[in-house]
């Protein structure tokens, strides 16, 4: 039995002007390194690193942030797994220079866990990763460890917006539409 409760398309967010935001310092409260193991035994960590937010107004007059992040990724190879560091510079924007050895299942290990950062205008950001898929490929590390390419998903992004803010937003004043047949 199956049972739908006022599910709603997803509306598309109106565009925001990136060049006329401002810049916001934030404070780092947790940037938690994500484990995976890997179908081959490796264990894979995964550190997302948010490098900048910026706040402005979408076109409703609402404030709007947006921001920067890095992935950090790490692996613990298996032991079976290692090979000799390789000698050529790998450049993943040529895949003809390396060759994909196995596509890998993975499963996370332990809870899933936010990164949290408060701005300083009292927005709180909250943010993690979601991998869609691991490859293991004919390259190896200078530790040994065979390389993997790693796709994630966008960020996955919440923010609580303060009341500050809200507060300092202005309501944009409704004109009546002259043209209504009842005004």
């Known amino acids: ?87 050529t510079q790998l450049n993943l924007a040529d895949p003809s220079s390396y060759k994909v050895v196995a596509s890998l299942d993975f499963d996370r290990m332990g809870e899933e866990k936010w990164n949290e950062y408060h701005l300083t205008d009292g927005t709180v950001l909250k943010a993690r990763l979601e991998l869609s898929n691991v490859s293991r490929i004919d390259k190896y590390q200078g530790d040994g460890d065979p390389v993997y390419l790693v796709n994630t998903s966008q960020p996955l992004v919440r923010f609580k917006i303060s009341d500050q803010v809200l507060k300092s937003v202005k309501t944009p004043v409704r004109h009546p539409d002259v043209k209504a047949p009842y005004g």
């Open 1 to 87: 039995m199956s049972s739908e409760s006022g599910s709603k398309e997803k509306q598309p967010q109106p565009p925001v002007d990136l060049t006329s935001m401002t810049p916001m310092e934030f404070t780092v409260i947790s940037e938690p390194w994500v484990k995976y193991k890997l179908e081959d035994q490796t264990k894979l960590f995964v550190k997302l690193v948010v490098i900048k937010v910026v706040r402005g107004l979408n076109e409703q007059g609402q404030p709007a942030y947006n921001m920067n992040a890095q992935n950090i990724i790490a692996t613990h190879g298996a032991p079976n797994l290692r090979g000799q560091p390789s000698t």
